[in-house]
């Protein structure tokens, strides 16, 4: 078994490289801080202890400090991706963590079916518009700009001269920042956001799947001495314009836009490859005439576009044109054709000995072609359980019975109609338009499903899974939408999301293949059954700890459910940026996964800024795709390499029992809902413009409907940072007390060899790190009831002290966070001014508050959520 990673990381060699820039940039920012705001200049050099009015004159300071904390993460991308280009230059590619070299030299080759392995691995990144994203799209194209000129100063050729201009369009693009200002004034439309995603793909993920297929090619060459005829796969998935769980600017409508988009976007960039490779390929056929039967098939090619250019002795060149236009007509009836297209050019540019032409310019193309269709990104569909239930109920009741869910009469004629050939007539202009809305989506699906690219639309992700009725009420809503009865060519994946979904799911998936319909149509699916986790809303339910260990023994239990069925489980896990969301690294995230809960295939949610941090830039976006697939590889590969350990699977059940009491007895104290809405900028967060979906999904008040991801967001812009950490300290501290010494060497056994335990500590500690009790209690200062305000304050104090407590018994008393020096040195420049703004927000929000003010949220305010957002690297 390979060894646990141990986390100390090594001095960073790239130290110098990323002061040096740091030097740079803090001289470039402040040029423009003495140009637009003087005294802003003074406060951004003052002491920690100078306060800041907190008045207008706050707002250029936030701002301020937003842009630095920005260029700052874009340094450290820039470092990041230089220091894996030297590390590969001068040590070779299986020096590069996580690379696909280094899995390959790790693996017993000898024992791998290797072919096998990367012919079913594929990978399905699900790009998401949750509403953790403070940054508008053109700020971000600012940020790429300056990231570009970043990459250009790496060049040694520069004289003097040339460097300074660079370093001028650097400043000129700090200044643009400035001017431009992050904050939005208007809540940003679906169609903004659908943008948004999109332009992830233009600036970066077009140009970097091929790359990183064409890294996986050099690495089999490199250690294997051939290239493989499978490489792995990757599948982009979107939420943006189909997730309408809480959100009702999610129509049929926008869901068709969306598909639309996604349609035009790969197209054109299609076109403009296409056009430049036919700039390059002036082959001529008088000079190098093409062998039989590639001159025909290229012909074939030409003659169905007749008007594609002049270039009548340059085959290629027509050629390309001639796919170029057929795309722009819609000439392609299914995807499959216009690849075959591109395999015919490959295939007589080998046959002329010109395979490093076709490398260079068919096969990035080609590639593309299979990873987007003519899609960009599979549209996933989602929605709430209670809108199908309450849909079908409504249906039900034009034949005048009022079924009630959950009863044994509802799951009876449920199951009966969907053994029915002919359903009962249903009159669709008399039903609500929620009604009519849902039918007229999964209508929409049926058309796209048979249309040229079926997997243009993807899976009906059905959030809150409480039964098996909920998931065949969706299939019996199909059928009333015009879905066969045979088979269904509709996958429905449940999402489950509560620590009680997540303890029911192998009993779910069981029930629903004892009906003869949903079997039929799952076994059409290759008997695999995709299962999305929920870590954001299980982590809500039951704090950190207790979250972590059911999703892992879900997987576990859901795995040998469905193998007793003959059927194979693949996961989608819903993991946001912060660790208190799911956010791990990725590496040590799939390396942590259950044994055989991979196998090959893996889905992700990419989730807000988590998107502008991995996909903003070509280098970043080939290098976080590069280690997903490589970590799938490497998980698969060694599938048996961890078997359980019942003596820690009891430790764990143990710990993660005591940690969602303890968890759950904060929640459950007196004016604990109090305490969270007043020690938090939770209700005025609802007014930062960062999201086109409601913070809560029905309209209510309670903690119970509070999305996580505000719930998140609350508690880190106070530094409670709870949702990563509470719980933790009891559940240790009870468990050592009554299991005695064995009990304390069971703990230390598992954070050695229990990759989980580990990553969960680990996970845990960074979040101890970026807490801070002194902060909170400034925010703890805003509650107005004393006797709340004390005794929530006194239990989130004296809980993290124990965790703290915790994690230094398992590291040997180490000090909390030295473990990870580049994570303490990154926070560490912006802790005191992160400080500042802190005790800045809460004056704001006393002000905010008053009842001269009442309802109103100054824009200082929201600006401070942004700063603070920024420093912490995460909203929600």
Not at 154 to 177: M, V, Y
């Amino acid at each position: 078994m390979q060894a646990l990673a141990q986390n100390i990381q090594s001095p960073l060699n790239r130290s110098s490289y990323a002061d040096g820039l740091r030097s740079e940039l803090r001289a470039l920012w402040r040029n423009i801080l003495m140009k637009r705001a003087p005294h802003v200049a003074t406060w951004a050099g003052a002491s920690p202890l100078q306060s800041i009015p907190t008045g207008p004159e706050a707002t250029p300071y936030l701002q301020a400090l937003s842009i630095w904390f920005q260029l700052l993460r874009i340094i450290d991308e820039n470092a990041e991706v230089r220091d894996r280009r030297l590390t590969e230059t001068n040590s070779g590619p299986e020096a590069v963590e996580g690379g696909f070299a280094e899995v390959l030299s790790d693996l017993s080759l000898a024992d791998s079916p290797m072919e096998k392995l990367t012919a079913n691995l594929c990978a399905g990144p699900t790009l998401t518009a949750h509403p953790t994203e403070a940054k508008r799209v053109t700020v971000l194209e600012i940020h790429r700009r300056i990231y570009r000129n970043l990459v250009s100063l790496e060049t040694q050729r520069w004289t003097p001269t040339e460097r300074a201009e660079l370093l001028k369009n650097l400043e000129g693009e700090i200044d643009l920042l400035w001017l431009t200002g992050e904050l939005r004034l208007t809540r940003p439309s679906l169609h903004d956001e659908i943008e948004w995603g999109l332009q992830f793909f233009r600036d970066a993920i077009f140009d970097a799947v091929p790359q990183v297929m064409d890294r996986f090619d050099q690495a089999c060459l490199h250690m294997l001495g051939k290239t493989l005829s499978k490489t792995p796969s990757i599948r982009f998935h979107s939420w943006i314009g189909g997730d309408r769980d809480g959100n009702p600017n999610v129509t049929t409508e926008m869901t068709a836009l969306a598909l639309q988009r996604g349609r035009e976007t790969v197209l054109d960039l299609y076109g403009q490859a296409l056009k430049q490779a036919a700039s390059k390929l002036s082959i001529s056929a008088l000079i190098l005439p093409l062998p039989e039967p590639h001159r025909t098939r290229v012909q074939e090619i030409v003659d169905r576009a007749p008007d594609a250019g002049r270039n009548q002795n340059e085959p290629f060149r027509k050629a390309l044109d001639a796919i170029r236009l057929r795309l722009i007509k819609d000439g392609y009836n299914h995807i499959s054709q216009f690849v075959n297209d591109l395999n015919a050019l490959d295939a007589a540019l080998c046959a002329v000995k010109a395979e490093n032409l076709a490398r260079r310019h068919i096969r990035p193309l080609r590639r593309a072609a299979a990873v987007f269709g003519f899609r960009t990104a599979t549209l996933d569909i989602r929605q709430n359980s209670t809108v199908t239930t309450d849909v079908l109920a409504e249906i039900w009741s034009q034949s005048g019975q009022a079924l009630e869910y959950g009863t044994p009469e509802w799951s009876a004629r449920l199951r009966a109609e969907l053994a029915d050939q002919n359903l009962p007539y249903q009159n669709r202009e008399a039903l609500s338009d929620q009604a009519q809305e849902l039918l007229a989506l999964l209508t929409l699906v049926y058309s796209v499903r048979s249309g040229p690219d079926p997997k243009a639309i993807g899976p009906f992700i059905l959030s809150m899974t409480r039964s098996a009725d909920d998931i065949l009420g969706v299939y019996l809503l199909a059928r009333y939408a015009g879905f066969g009865s045979e088979t269904l060519d509709l996958s429905v994946v449940p999402l489950f999301e509560t620590i009680a979904d997540l303890r029911n799911a192998p009993a779910i998936l069981l029930d629903v293949l004892d009906v003869p319909l949903s079997r039929r149509s799952l076994k059409t699916e290759g008997n695999v059954i995709e299962v999305m986790l929920g870590y954001s809303d299980s982590g809500k339910d039951g704090g950190f700890f207790c979250s972590t260990w059911e999703l892992e023994r879900a997987q576990r239990r859901i795995v040998t459910a469905l193998a007793s069925q003959g059927f194979k489980a693949t996961f989608f896990h819903g993991r946001g940026g912060s660790v208190s969301r799911g956010g791990a690294p990725t590496g040590r995230a799939i390396a942590a996964q259950p044994s055989e809960t991979i196998a090959g295939r893996l889905r992700v949610t990419e989730q807000g800024e988590v998107v502008s941090t991995k996909y903003a830039n070509r280098g970043t976006a080939a290098a976080h795709l590069e280690l997903l697939l490589s970590s799938m590889l490497r998980h698969t590969a060694n599938h048996s390499e961890t078997p359980s350990r019942p003596e820690f699977d009891d430790a764990l059940d143990a710990l993660s029992e005591l940690s969602q009491t303890a968890y759950v007895s904060l929640l459950q104290m007196p004016g604990f809902l109090d305490y969270f809405q007043q020690a938090s900028p939770v209700e005025e967060l609802a007014r930062l413009k960062i999201g086109s979906r409601p913070t809560r999904r029905f309209g209510a008040a309670s903690l119970d409907d509070l999305r996580a991801i505000p719930w998140v967001f609350a508690w880190s812009q106070n530094r409670h940072l709870i949702t990563g950490w509470y719980g933790f300290g009891a559940a240790m501290a009870s468990f050592r007390k009554f299991r005695g010494s064995r009990g304390d060497e069971v703990l230390q056994e598992m954070f050695q060899k229990s990759r989980l335990f580990r990553l969960a500590v680990d996970e845990m500690e960074k979040s101890l790190y970026q807490a801070d009790m002194g902060i909170a209690t400034q925010y703890g200062e805003l509650v107005r009831d004393k006797y709340i305000r004390q005794s929530i304050s006194q239990a989130i104090k004296t809980e993290f002290d124990n965790a703290c407590s915790a994690v230094q018994f398992l590291t040997g008393g180490q000090t909390i966070g030295h473990r990870f020096p580049r994570l303490c040195e990154r926070f560490d420049r912006k802790r005191a001014e992160l400080a500042r703004i802190h005790a800045l927000q809460v004056e704001l929000l006393q002000q905010a508050r008053n009842k001269s003010q009442a309802g109103s949220v100054p824009v200082p305010l929201l600006q401070s959520m942004n700063a603070i957002s920024a420093g912490l690297g995460w909203t929600g």
